[in-house]
Nanobody
Framework: QAQLVQSGGGLVQAGGSLTLSCAFS????????MAWFRQAPGKEREFVAQ???????EYAESVKGRFTMSRDNDNNMVYLQIDSLKPEDTAIYYC?????????????????WGQGSQVTVSS
């Protein structure tokens, strides 16, 4: 069992930056692949980034260069820094965790989810 608690988000002007946080509680954090997804109004939940315990984060093509995912294994935390925010980044952002193999782009791959963080970007 794992629990994910998110913090961060809010209303930001276009061009600004913000950082989302996700705190993992449970056992064996290092066993989990961690990911960020987002869901815009009227759209499906889409993959943003993922990172394994070790290794380089992987990103969706649409966010490369502006999004930075990081993982703090000592404190069971993951972060998503978003720079140069655009109105189309407006969405609810979710932190996800899984210890299974599977398609990184599929929300069904992930077993645990945070509560979601609203990010609204004004133009």
């Amino acid at each position: 069992q794992a629990q994910l608690v998110q913090s961060g988000g809010g209303l930001v002007q276009a061009g600004g930056s913000l950082t989302l946080s996700c705190a993992f509680s449970g056992r064996a954090f290092r066993m989990y692949r961690m990911a960020w997804f987002r869901q815009a109004p009227g759209k499906e939940r889409e993959f943003v980034a993922q990172v394994f315990w070790r290794g380089t984060p992987e990103y969706a093509e649409s966010v490369k260069g502006r999004f930075t995912m990081s993982r703090d294994n000592d404190n069971n935390m993951v972060y998503l820094q978003i720079d140069s925010l655009k109105p189309e980044d407006t969405a609810i952002y979710y932190c996800g965790a899984t210890f299974r193999d599977g398609n990184r782009n599929s929300p069904g791959t992930y077993d645990y989810w945070g509560q979601g963080s609203q990010v609204t970007v004004s133009s």
